[in-house]
């Protein structure tokens, strides 16, 4: 049984930093994309950044040049590194893995709550 146990969220200042970790059980790390999605009270959830398992990095238009998404493979872990947070980054953050050759084999984490005020 896969599982994915997010950690790193919190209370920061607008202009703080935060780093999301994402710890997954059955060696996946190594051979599923891994994403991480968000979801605000009142939105839908959306993608925030992908690391796929061949190929760049990608990030929704609103976080590009301030979060970085990374893998850990010795670790088993992926992150999120997060700088320059804004009110609006205020979401619970979801860490995601799919198969890159069945979509449909996919899991979800917990979530984490990430509060951005001041």
């Known amino acids: 049984q896969v599982q994915l146990v997010e950690s790193g969220g919190g209370l920061v200042q607008p202009g703080g930093s935060l780093r999301l970790s994402c710890a997954a059980s059955?060696?996946?790390?190594?051979?599923?994309?891994m994403n991480w999605y968000r979801q605000a009270p009142g939105k839908a959830r959306e993608l925030v950044a992908s690391?796929?398992?061949?190929?760049?990095?990608a990030y929704a238009d609103s976080v590009k040049g301030r979060f970085t998404i990374g893998r850990d493979s010795a670790k088993n872990t992926t992150y999120l590194q997060m700088n320059s947070l804004k009110p609006e980054d205020t979401a619970v953050y979801y860490c995601?893995?799919?198969?890159?050759?069945?979509?449909?084999?996919?899991?979800w984490g917990q979530g984490t709550q990430v509060t951005v005020s001041s």
């Open positions: 995601h893995a799919q198969s890159p050759l069945f979509s449909f084999d996919q899991y």
């Open positions: 690391t796929p398992v061949s190929g760049s990095p």
């Open positions: 059955g060696g996946i790390i190594r051979i599923y994309n």
